[in-house]
């Protein structure tokens, strides 16, 4: 078995015992492998493990990816893409025409520009509602106070679809104290549906705090150093 394939199995175990851990249903939590810094062949390999779903962050990187694994498939089909990194508007067009999720639209503008720029013909671009919960200046996402509105905003636009809130809480290694955020985030999430939108996707939890997102519900988590390795970001940082 190669190195990729043994973590991936190893991430799939993790996630399977926090899910009956918490009681949850088997198989409700999706698993998103994060190829970002990572190599076509990285994810070929994950791939041939049975992982169809990969997120990117940077997006010249993933167009070249794409286009190289254009023909890879799993179960007779193709690989599906989440773009899960900061999104400027500048930057919008490519990310419609090639993405199937955006896990990372951080206010209504973007959404707007990937509804417009959807092309036709293509299924709603999937998508959920970045939400800022650490409350750090640095950090992008909507503010809770805001996460209503905007939602039903984006919910309105006609060429995507809501799915949920993403979040990216601030790296705490205490497990004691990563699941308050996440808790905060799935009761946005529960409170959006109690107002009838129909979300059903809380994605949330990283290599290091997974555990802790899954018993708060999460139902995609973004993996990528536990399945990868560590990454090295070269002359971009
Ligand atoms: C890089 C990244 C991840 C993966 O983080 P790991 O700690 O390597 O698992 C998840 N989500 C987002 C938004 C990322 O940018």
């Given at each position: 078995m190669s190195t990729i394939a043994a973590h991936l199995d190893d991430v799939l175990s993790r996630i399977a015992n926090a899910t009956a851990q918490a009681g949850r249903p088997t198989g409700s939590v999706h698993l998103l492998a994060v190829?970002?810094?990572f190599g076509p062949d990285a994810v070929r390999e994950a791939a041939a493990a049975g992982q169809r779903a990969f997120g990117e962050n940077y997006v010249q990187e993933s167009l070249e990816k794409m286009a190289v694994l254009a023909r890879e498939t799993v179960d007779g089909e193709p690989l599906e893409w989440h773009f899960i990194g900061p999104l400027q508007s500048n930057k919008t067009r490519p990310v419609a025409e090639h993405f199937a999720w955006v896990h990372s639209v951080d206010r209504l503008k973007i959404a707007e520009r990937l509804s417009a720029q959807r092309p036709a013909g293509m299924p709603a671009l999937q998508v959920?509602?970045?939400v800022n919960i650490s409350g750090e200046a640095s950090k992008s996402?909507?503010?809770?106070?805001?996460?209503?509105?905007?939602?039903?905003?984006?919910a309105?636009?006609?060429?995507?679809?809501?799915?949920?809130l993403?979040?990216?809480?601030?790296?705490?290694?205490?497990?004691?104290?990563?699941?308050?955020p996440f808790r905060a985030v799935r009761e946005l999430f529960d409170a959006l549906r109690a107002d009838g939108l129909a979300l059903d996707t809380l994605s949330?939890?990283?290599s290091g705090d997974l555990e802790a997102a899954i018993?708060?519900?999460?139902?995609m988590v973004r993996i990528?150093?536990?399945?990868?390795?560590a990454r090295d970001y070269g002359p971009r940082a």
């Open positions: 190829s970002k810094t959920c509602l970045q996402g909507v503010p809770p106070e805001d996460v209503p509105a905007v939602a039903r905003a984006i309105a636009l006609p060429n995507l679809r809501l799915r949920g993403m979040a990216i809480p601030e790296p705490q290694t205490d497990p004691a104290r990563q699941r308050a949330m939890g990283m018993a708060e519900g999460a139902t990528g150093t536990a399945i990868f390795g």
